[in-house]
């Protein structure tokens, strides 16, 4: 029904409005300046300010012609099954097959917090049932499950889609039924080159058991870029987005264990003055000077990411794909800030990895068993 999106570079993608922007506006000139240099697919995280994922998905939609447009990520507490699948529904027509619906699990504390279920394994495998059948016009009667109980479950009869599901996040459990479940993943921020080979590998183990063709599943790489920026611009994208990972109790504890990092430098890390004086998250409210004296509680080691001029950044983008990665989200950057090292990336670009690849950011369900 659609033709396949082939950009320049299929193999890479970048997280839209990153940090804690004010303006969503925004999105609309960096989807446009990435489909202008190549980029692939464009990920949009959710936020209860001025992040609401159907609204700005629709308007990149709208203002882009090949991109591939992903939520990276919703979840399946936050709206009813078929608002979900009429999104879903929906933003595939508008962007006449370019969008991909990305699942996160969150962490257990918040659910509560919020006064609602965690999000189980179960759960996860009923949700993405219902919505791979409501996007073929099936009429779900009497489910009763996991999800709770809905006497009918539709959409519209006539609707036949193909939407890839992505699983966002990390974890070992996590990754395994993600290959058995999902059409790809987006893999966390921060994390080494063990640590992302491993979570490649763990992804890889279940497609094995699952209903994938094994190796057909595509990992994404997110990965923090900061080329030629200053010191005030890398402690807000850098230090700051992973200090505040780092302060999430259960959240920042896995991403140590992933990447087998000491957790007593972590407890250290959230007891310092540095960190309890700032009074909430640091990537909301610290200050520069605060930030400067975070990033002294956080080891060298801890801070995987693409730093320095755009050929250094550009060599790191390729360690990614030396680790196991299908692909790259590049994250805390603009197009406009990142330009530079795509220009280098594609004198060194391994190309003979992509070849004959689109912009569709996991497997078709015909590569299903």
């Known amino acids: 029904m659609y033709p396949d999106y082939q950009s320049k570079f299929p193999e890479l993608g970048f997280y839209g409005l990153p940090g804690h922007t004010r303006s969503p506006r925004d999105i609309l000139k960096q989807a446009q300046d990435a489909e202008t240099l190549g980029i692939g697919n464009i990920m949009i995280s959710e936020r209860p300010d001025y992040k609401e994922i159907a609204a700005i998905c629709g308007a990149v939609a709208a203002v882009t012609d090949e991109i591939f447009i992903g939520t990276s990520a919703t979840n399946l507490n936050k709206r009813h099954p078929t608002v979900t699948a009429s999104i879903g529904s929906t933003l595939h027509r508008l962007s006449e097959g370019r969008f991909a619906l990305g699942l996160a699990k969150g962490v257990a504390f918040g659910w509560k917090a919020r006064g609602m279920q965690a999000i189980t394994y179960e759960r996860e495998r009923e949700f993405i049932d219902l919505m791979r059948r409501m996007w073929t016009g099936e009429r779900i009667t009497g489910y009763d499950g996991s999800l709770g109980h809905y006497p009918v479950l539709s959409v519209a009869d006539y609707l036949d889609e193909e939407l890839p599901i992505l699983y966002v996040g990390f974890g070992s459990r996590s990754l395994e039924h993600a290959g058995q479940v999902y059409d790809g993943t987006h893999l966390h921020t921060f994390m080494n080159d063990k640590a992302l080979s491993d979570s490649v590998a ?66 250290a890390f959230r007891q310092s003055d540095a960190v309890r004086s700032v009074g909430g998250l640091i990537d909301s409210v610290a200050t520069t000077a605060q930030m400067a004296e975070v990033e002294k509680e956080i080891p060298e080691e801890w801070r ?4 320095g001029n755009a050929r250094e950044c550009a060599e790191a983008w390729l360690t990614q794909f030396e680790a196991g990665a299908d692909g790259i989200i590049i994250h805390a950057s603009t197009p406009e800030e990142f330009a530079p090292v795509v220009e280098e990336y594609e004198r060194i670009r391994p190309s003979h990895l992509f070849e004959g690849r689109t912009n569709r950011p996991g497997q078709e369900s015909k590569k299903r068993k």
């Not at 994208?237 to 007593?264: C, K």
């Not at 995987?304 to 730093?307: G, Y």
């Open 304 to 307: 995987p990411a693409a730093v």
């Open 202 to 267: 763990r992804v890889r183990a279940g497609e094995a058991v699952g209903s994938r063709e094994p190796g057909t599943l595509l990992n994404w790489s997110v990965y923090a870029t900061c080329c030629d920026v200053s010191e005030e611009t890398y402690l807000k994208y850098i230090i700051a987005r992973l200090a505040t990972y780092l302060q999430i109790p259960g959240y920042g504890d896995m991403l140590v264990q992933i990447n087998g990092w000491d957790p007593e430098v972590l407890e």
